[in-house]
C-alpha cells in the first residue's frame, strides 16, 4: 500500500491527500511531527534527504516533492488527472513549476511567519517583501484564470497542487477579494468530486 509521509498541518501533504482521495487511491500516513524536528532524523533525511513532507513510498519506490508525487501518482493510477495530449500535458507542466517557483513559496512562508513563528521572532519585513512576490503570482494566476473554470482543460492535478496554499492565504493576511476569477476557481475545485476540506 502507498504510504505517505504526512503532516495535518501541512499544504504540501494536503495535495497530496487529497489526489490520492479524489482518485480513490488506498493509502496509509505516517505522521512526521514537523514542529518537533522530526523531519530532521536520520530515519527521515535517509528517505528525503532535504528534510522535508511530503514523502511517498510506493512498495519501496520513494519520491518527494509534491508537485512530483502529483504528476507520478497520476501518471501511474490517474489518468484522468493529467491530460494526455502533448501541448496541454506541456502547459499542466508549466502552471507546476509556476505553482513552486512563483507562488508556492511566497505565499506558505507569509503563513508560515504568522502562524508558527512566535510573536516577537515574526520578520515583519521579510513578510512585506513576500506578500508583493505573492500578489505578482496571484495576479498573473487570476488573469489565467479568466474564462476558465480550471487550469488546464478538465479537472487536474495543477488544480490540486495550486489549491492548498491559495485556500490558505487568509492565514498570511493576503487578500484575495481583488483575485475574482481565483476566488471563482476555489468554489470550482471545492465542488470536485470527493473533495475535502484541508481542515
Ligand atoms: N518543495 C517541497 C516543499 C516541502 C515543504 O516545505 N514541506 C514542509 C511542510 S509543508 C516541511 O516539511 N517543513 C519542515 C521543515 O522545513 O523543517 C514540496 O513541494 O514538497
Given at each position: 500500500m502507498i504510504k505517505l509521509y504526512d503532516h495535518p498541518l501541512s499544504g504540501n501533504s494536503y495535495k497530496v491527500k487529497l489526489l490520492l482521495?479524489?482518485?480513490?487511491?488506498?493509502?496509509?500516513t505516517i505522521l512526521i511531527d514537523v514542529f518537533k524536528g522530526e523531519n530532521h532524523k536520520t530515519a527521515f533525511t535517509r528517505i528525503n534527504p532535504a528534510a522535508k513532507i511530503p514523502v511517498v513510498d510506493d512498495g519501496g519506490y520513494i519520491i518527494w516533492e509534491s508537485n512530483a508525487i502529483l504528476?507520478?501518482?497520476?501518471?501511474?493510477?490517474?489518468?484522468?488527472?493529467?491530460?494526455?495530449?502533448?501541448?496541454?500535458r506541456?502547459?499542466?507542466?508549466?502552471?507546476?513549476?509556476f505553482n513552486k517557483t512563483s507562488l508556492d513559496p511566497y505565499l506558505a512562508k507569509s503563513r508560515a511567519i504568522l502562524k508558527f513563528v512566535?510573536?516577537?521572532k515574526q520578520d515583519f519585513?521579510?513578510?512585506?517583501?513576500?506578500?508583493?512576490?505573492?500578489?505578482?503570482?496571484?495576479?498573473?494566476f487570476?488573469?489565467?484564470?479568466?474564462?476558465?473554470?480550471f487550469i488546464v482543460d478538465n479537472y487536474?492535478?495543477?488544480d490540486i497542487a495550486f489549491y492548498p496554499y491559495i485556500k490558505l492565504c487568509h492565514e498570511g493576511e493576503i487578500d484575495l477579494e481583488p483575485f475574482k476569477n481565483i476566488l471563482s476557481w476555489i468554489r470550482n475545485v471545492e465542488n470536485t468530486d470527493n473533495f475535502f476540506d484541508i481542515y
Amino acid at each position: 500500500m502507498i504510504k505517505l509521509y504526512d503532516h495535518p498541518l501541512s499544504g504540501n501533504s494536503y495535495k497530496v491527500k487529497l489526489l490520492l482521495v479524489q482518485a480513490g487511491l488506498s493509502f496509509e500516513t505516517i505522521l512526521i511531527d514537523v514542529f518537533k524536528g522530526e523531519n530532521h532524523k536520520t530515519a527521515f533525511t535517509r528517505i528525503n534527504p532535504a528534510a522535508k513532507i511530503p514523502v511517498v513510498d510506493d512498495g519501496g519506490y520513494i519520491i518527494w516533492e509534491s508537485n512530483a508525487i502529483l504528476i507520478y501518482l497520476a501518471e501511474k493510477y490517474a489518468n484522468n488527472y493529467i491530460p494526455l495530449d502533448i501541448n496541454l500535458r506541456g502547459t499542466l507542466f508549466k502552471w507546476l513549476l509556476f505553482n513552486k517557483t512563483s507562488l508556492d513559496p511566497y505565499l506558505a512562508k507569509s503563513r508560515a511567519i504568522l502562524k508558527f513563528v512566535p510573536k516577537g521572532k515574526q520578520d515583519f519585513k521579510e513578510l512585506e517583501l513576500l506578500r508583493t512576490d505573492a500578489k505578482k503570482g496571484l495576479k498573473i494566476f487570476n488573469q489565467h484564470l479568466k474564462k476558465r473554470s480550471f487550469i488546464v482543460d478538465n479537472y487536474s492535478i495543477a488544480d490540486i497542487a495550486f489549491y492548498p496554499y491559495i485556500k490558505l492565504c487568509h492565514e498570511g493576511e493576503i487578500d484575495l477579494e481583488p483575485f475574482k476569477n481565483i476566488l471563482s476557481w476555489i468554489r470550482n475545485v471545492e465542488n470536485t468530486d470527493n473533495f475535502f476540506d484541508i481542515y
